[in-house]
């Protein structure tokens, strides 16, 4: 009898614990924004959740005192990513950042249950009135590595680790086959599949075969170092991809596609906190800072660096779009009249390799 | 042609190396009459054992040391409960399988996305200069050099030695072997030991030098590969080294086919070096009576010495 009246007036105190925190919320405006991340692998020391993490640590020197962050590594997307957000979401937390493509049903569902708090979803389409998008133009990035590797190489061949046929890395793939055939007509990009964002020994694997039937820059749509770590061991070039990686590289690294979210998560969370925030559709490249080529390897000689500065400056002013007509796939097909650009509906479901990309693309 | 061919040999053998490792330890144990079924557990404990040792001490070779000992130590484990306490066989080498698993992701998350740094596979002197061999036998890493004597050890100790006599005398008849007076519970220990110690280096291989890097389940079903690998092979080491080579080799050749521009179904690719060991394994041992010849009578069985 007793431990049962005991029971019920700690329950009672419990519950009335809870709704007086929920009463005192909008009151205690002082009380820092707490803003969530999940992240679909572990940060690491390299790759894109390390990226995201390191844009979140930026935000949280930005805003020093008026936010509190916290993060969620190494979470799988299904239904675990649907646990951890509402976790977020039923703690307090107002704005939480789901930074893969796969959180995208998750964070829709959750967010239908907590309309006051704000998601904000990396590299989907699904948006709401409390879910804004975002995403950057990592293939401008990639355009550039593309001019700097058709300098840079003998023989003439690229090679290009991939890990998934999906619109955003053949995005990648074909820009860089532009940039790099612009300075050099001649220039062919061989692609092997690894059908994993994550596996270094496939990826190595991969970077080893390209080399050995003629490859003599690499890069890659993975992510991990292995490519970058197989071309210093080779003697070969290569350009990271999401974080500068010429630690693990240091001869071989000419450059990177870095991603830089901490502008941009400032920017958002500010927003949030001032209650200004509207849903967004960001697609941002290097205009908006949020991508970047890493210091270029002194190994390229100044000419070119020179002629990188000048088309990333035309990319940045709206003058150079890495998708301009004519454009033909490596079937021959025209895919771009003369002097169009692609727009971005287009772009969000490319399907096809452009012309000097060897081989056929897998069906998916 | 031989330009090709040469860098797809080369990778196949580093490919097959870690397979030649736990395939011939789990060869050891069985010819004892131990079916340790944890091989892929072993293995992945070897792995993060060794990848964590060789980032916090930059020593690949102590990796490789440590790799080995948590190999024997998970072996350990099953030896105690399988031959100490009489548990069976098969359900303690799943188990162990499934520890493993488990173990090693946990132990392994903090030196996830940890990139190790190591130098490039060493040339031998003037053997690394022959035409054609040398780029494919001779310019590995050392550890695929240890294989091959691990290769030549194994062979010779097990059909060749006194010693190899005894152990499988003790895997056909364990009565007999007690009988005449020999420590049948020690040295299934023992082999069940090496088993573990070489599980260990195959996994410790994967994460030190061929990835090299850790991720959570790296093994990959590498460790069943190498437990189908002495079944097929009718417990003959030749047969385990034709086996685990193959296997390297499929796994190498679809990268090759792709960057060629030929196109198979990527899922496929993926799976066609298990399916390609196996059916060879397959028609190499379809006559019943080789296997019964070579399979150890008391393969599995538990032996309590009166």
Known sequence: MNTQRITRWAFALAVGTALGSLAAGPAAAQAPLKVGFVYVSPIGDAGWTFQHD??????????????????VENVPEGPDAERVIREFAANGYKLVFTTSFGYMNPTIKVAQQFPNIVFMHATGYKTAKNVGIYNARFYEGRYL???????MTKGNVAGYVAAFPIPEVLQGINAFTLGMRSVNPKAEVRVIWTNSWYDPGREREAANTLISQGADVLTHHTDSTAVVQAAEEKGKYAFGYHSDMSKYGPKAELSATTHQWGAFYTKVTQEVLAGTWKGTNVWGGIKDGMIKLAPINAAVPKDVVELVASKEKDIGAGKLHPFTGPLKDNAGKERLAAGQTMGDDKLAVMDFYVEGVQGTLPKQ | MIDTLVPIFAATIAAGTPLVFAALGELVTEKAGVLNLGVEGMMLIGAIAGFATAVTTGNLWLGTVAGMAAGAAMSAIFAVLTLNLMANQVASGLALTLFGLGLSAFVGKPFEGVSLLREGAPSLPLLGDLPV???????????????WAVFAAVSWFLFRSR?????RSVGESPDSAHAIGYPVIRIRWLATLFGGALAGVGGAFLAVFYAPMWVEGMVAGRGWIALALVVFATWRPARVMVGAYLFGGVTIAQFFAQGGGIAIPAPFLSALPYLATIIVLVVISRNVATIRLNSPVSLGRSYRPD
Do not use: D, N, W
């Open chain 2, 133 to 147: 061999l040398g780029p494919i036998l001779f310019r590995q890493h050392y550890l695929v050099y240890v294989s």
């Open chain 2, 163 to 167: 010693a190899g006599l005894v152990l």
């Open chain 1, 54 to 71: 390191q844009g979140r640590k930026e935000m949280e020197k930005a805003l020093a005192g008026k936010v509190e962050t916290k993060y």
């Open chain 1, 145 to 151: 590595c593309g001019v700097m590797a058709g300098k």
